[in-house]
DNA sequence: CCTTGACCTTCCAGTTACTGGAGAGATTAA
DNA sequence: TTAATCTCTCCAGTAACTGGAAGGTCAAGG
């Protein structure tokens, strides 16, 4: 498989597929003869697996070690738990700041008359 | 006001405040002889105006268009309003992306051992 | 056999909003 | 005078790609 039919296959633009290669994320397993990067269906299935971590917010890094426990026979459970706990927190984390700037923002964006004068508790409330 | 002073009473980081003058975004009014960058009142309510905004997650060409309108005697607060309804729309949109993605790792995490075996849900789904 | 077009390669630059550091000049306190 | 603390500019790095240039490869059609 090129790089194109992999890219097709694993739901990842050619140049990701490339830039995974670079950092040594997911390799390409062979070269052709002209150096061509070659993949077969487990290096599709681990571009797979780094778009869905992906997805959820893992960086490159946390999909490296995710990887690692995905191609380790001897994992535990509990070092993924572990990992996806942590990324859970961040999340919830996150959440809580946007709601809190949700509120915030909705109540001046609500206070706005929003008509044609410079009176404004948003720019107020910045300045 | 050397740059010390105005990051501290601005809230900013000096590398910060340099870099806002770089890009043009708040100046420093004058300069010293020795060239060092001498700040006003008015120069350090822009600078807290520029880190208000940013903490609501605008981008700096937003805060821009922001400070401009906060500096503009015949501003509208419509235009205000329509910005600030824009990042909240941003917002709003993050917050729904997270919570699905909150919810289907939850669900994950919830639904994994997390035990010394290596069978996992987790690694299964991103399998 | 040749050409055309699609594909592949590498390398470099740009994105966002800073942050860190080097090297050098200015200012201030002891 | 000297040491410490500013300040300056310029360069490089961050994360995770993305776009583009210049050039090699391959399959199909004429």
Redesign the pocket.
């Known amino acids: 498989m090129?790089?194109?039919?992999?890219?097709k296959a694993a739901g990842?633009?050619?140049?990701?597929v490339?830039?995974?290669?670079?950092i040594g994320l997911v390799e390409?397993p062979w070269?052709?003869?002209?150096?061509?990067?070659t993949y077969d269906d487990a290096a599709v299935r681990k571009l797979v697996f780094?778009r869905r971590s992906?997805a959820f917010g893992?960086?490159?890094?946390?999909?490296r070690e995710l990887l690692g426990l995905y191609q380790d026979q001897d994992r535990t459970s509990s070092e993924v738990k572990r990992i996806a706990s942590k990324r859970l927190e961040e999340i919830e984390e996150k959440q809580r700041e946007l709601q809190s700037l949700h509120d915030e923002l909705a109540h001046l964006v609500t206070s706005c008359r929003g008509d044609h004068m410079p009176d404004c508790p948003i720019i107020d409330y910045l300045g």
């Open positions: 090129n790089i194109s039919a992999a890219s990842l633009p050619v140049k990701t490339r830039y995974y290669a670079d390409a070269r052709s003869t002209a150096g061509y990067r780094v992906r893992f960086s490159i890094e946390g999909c």
